[in-house]
């Protein structure tokens, strides 16, 4: 067996795996959205990714940072939970729920790598700063990896 042929090939007979980064944000769950109906079509594992902020400023400051992103990932699960129940029979999508520190830049790409990613979807940057300095959506699709779908 040669190196090229052992190596994890992406995409050959369409996505496996497709990872959405959501956040609780209108454009997140739009994305999750779009990104459940890939999953669907092509019978891929859904991986919905919740990146958890790490403030170490916050965490001087006497804010329990860890405990609020606990709550905001057990709100997410719940919201998606009570979805797919509501929809069931009609959406039936294979999916998990994942936790990943960091930035949201850094965690997508952690997921992506460790769930070995076919696509990633994100929902488009809500914040007008990132037209500057670039969203984490830009910054994905720059770093070449994999096919990343931007849902507005």
Do not use: C, N
Request: hydrophobic share 45%.
């Amino acid at each position: 067996m040669t190196e090229h042929s052992s190596r994890f090939e992406r995409g050959t007979d369409g996505p496996k795996v497709i990872v959405v980064g959501v956040d609780g944000s209108d454009s997140s769950w739009r994305a999750a959205s779009y990104a459940g109906g890939l999953a669907r079509r092509q019978r891929a594992l859904l991986a919905i990714v919740y990146v958890q902020p790490v403030m170490a400023a916050g965490a001087a400051l006497g804010a329990p940072v860890a405990d609020t992103t606990d709550q905001i990932a057990e709100g997410l699960v719940a919201e998606i939970r009570e979805a797919t129940e509501r929809l069931k029979g009609i959406w039936d999508v294979r999916w998990e729920f994942h936790t990943f520190p960091g930035d949201a830049y850094s965690g997508l790409v952690k997921a992506a790598d460790d769930l070995k990613a076919d696509a990633v979807v994100v929902g488009a940057s809500e914040q007008a700063g990132h037209r500057i300095v670039g969203s984490v959506a830009v910054r994905l699709v720059k770093a070449g990896r994999w096919p990343v779908t931007v849902v507005p």
